[in-house]
């Protein structure tokens, strides 16, 4: 823009001036964005929350309640403080007796165009998955897309096999592979068209399964699958 | 959280999520300095230039205003700092050297409104890039901002001479031939997921 | 940028303050200002029109504040001056879409924030409500505003309708279209634009002839 093309020095305005207005307009712009910032505050905070819980619903059927955990680099669950910033974070699901339904987990990782964020369901008890969504991803319209709405490649998260073995590690890393080739109950079926994409879910799960599922699994094993996991994550610290 | 190498970080910026053709960021001098391939090098190099400095002091303010867990000053600072910054590079280069300040000069001023600076900053702040990865991320933003130039100013020169109708010569013929290269563009996309 | 001379018009009556930004001086296609949300976010009709009312806002905003300080505010802070009011609303802008809506806050993404850089915003301020009285600033932002959200959902509508064969995700075809993916893509962003830019040149070359 023309920004410098004029000459600083003029005469008949003083530098008090300047400052004057300067500090005016920083002054008033700070009111303004300090009182936007307060009133919205609660309603953005509700309707994150919000968004989240539906999230975590939609990919643990039967939920009605749930509590966000974190997962530390020494692989314990710890209870989330304001400020930190777990290896992995996820959230508890109850249905309406207080009984466990599952885990949901958030994941990441690099897809066709740029990064993609997923939240996928656990049930402990059974050692499968239940439920896979996409939460974010900037993956090409009409092809890349369709891992968050083709039903055939959704049905595969109904219940995809994620069993632990005695020595407490993951049986069968998650793959995708190409579609309609699928044999395993830990496979992923892909899609034709959107090769890439699918195959960067069955990365994301497959490297996010590999750390937390057996942890989760620790967890439930000790427990029982029964009693809330806040009581546990309290004894753990 | 983060998986990227540094590698898959620069190509992504520069090839896969173009800053000019993928996300139309730095339109205007995109449309306004692409008539010669000489002058759009230049611009290319300065914006280069200003992204990686502009990266770094944004680098700095995120994680000032996260210490002090004022998030809402975000944006203010940045583009106030960018601008200010530009004017100090600006100095600098006329005091230091006054050959690269006569071919990059009229530049600089235009940069300071230039969204893919701006852009640079917001986008490595939204996917929490650290240090070396925010400045890595700048200078591939720079390189494809450079290419897409270069590219479409080479073609702009050659079209010169062909015979085009009255009505689409100007800003639509460049719109047009930018969705093209923006189209031959895909066909970098996916080279990070490997 | 290079046109932004061109909003420095003979003198006008009130109406025509308004009215000019609609169409004989519009932002984007007459002035082709302020091209990147104009092109980003202008993948479907819902996002172009929110992108467009946002835009509007701040420009509205900024415009009746440069003008309200037009005599407080010396010369040579001008610019800095300026910036720091359109960065103000733009934050102020921000915050309210993500009280509205989540979903509609992810679809414009960052786009919100680039707001701050759209030169359409810097151009009115410093070529209009620094020079001009309240009221005619006022209306000289809601025409421009209105004629830039006009402009964006004229981009979006076409790039939904063919794109994703819908309007506001109202299926519009039967079952068996096609839909052309390319239009949502960003190169779909380029085409539709320079479309428009054809069908206005060809109008006006009509117009001088005639």
Known sequence: MRTTAHTPKQEGTSSAKMLRAMLGIGILSAFLIVSAFELTLPRVEKLKAEALEKAVFNVLPGTESTRSFGINSQGKIIEIAKGDTPEYTLYAGYDKDEKLV?????????????????????????????????????????????????????????????????????????????????QNAWEIDGITGATISSRAIGNIIGSSTTEVVPVLRRHSLKMDGAKPLEKQAESNE | MNTESLGTIFLNAALVNNFVLAYFLGICPFLGVSGAVKTAS????????????????????????????????????????????????????????????????????????????????????????????????????????????????????????????????????????????????????????? | MSRETTSSVPKATTTDEFIKGLWRENPVFVQVLGMCPVLAVSNTAENALAMGLATAFVLLMSNILVSLLRDFIPKQVRIASYILIIATFVTVTDYAIQAISVELYKSLGAFISLIVVNCLILSRAEAFASKNTVWKSTLDALGMGAGFTFALFCLGAVREILGNGSIFEWALFPEGFQNWIVMILPAGGFFTLAGWLLIINVIQTRKVKS
């Open chain 1, 102 to 182: 599952g885990y949901a987990v958030e994941a990441s990782g690099q897809g066709y165009a740029d990064l993609i964020r997923i939240l996928y369901g656990y049930n402990p008890k059974e050692q499968v998955l239940i439920g896979f969504q996409v939460l974010e991803s900037k993956e090409t319209p009409g092809l890349g897309d369709k891992i968050e709405k083709e039903e055939r490649f959704l049905e595969n998260f109904k219940a995809l096999d994620v069993r632990v073995t005695s020595e407490g590690l993951l049986r069968n890393k998650v793959i995708t592979v190409k579609q309609g080739e699928k």
């Open chain 2, 42 to 194: 230049k611009m290319g190099m300065a914006v280069m230039f200003v992204m990686v400095i502009s990266s770094m002091c944004a680098f700095g303010i995120h994680t000032f205003l996260a210490a002090i867990n004022a998030p809402y000053l975000q944006l203010i600072s940045y583009i106030v700092v960018i601008a200010s910054t530009v004017q100090l590079v600006e100095m600098f280069i006329k005091k230091m050297s006054p050959s690269l300040f006569r071919s990059l000069g009229i530049f600089l001023p235009l940069i300071t409104t230039n969204c893919a600076i701006l852009g640079v900053a917001l986008f490595q702040t939204n996917k929490g890039y650290g240090f070396i990865e925010s400045v890595v991320y700048a200078l591939g933003a720079g390189a494809g901002f450079t290419l897409a130039l270069l590219l479409i100013a080479g073609l702009r020169e050659q079209l010169n001479f062909a015979d085009v109708p009255q009505i689409s010569k100007g800003t639509a013929l460049t719109l047009f031939i930018a969705g093209i290269l923006s189209l031959c563009f895909m066909g970098f996309a996916g080279l990070g997921a490997q």
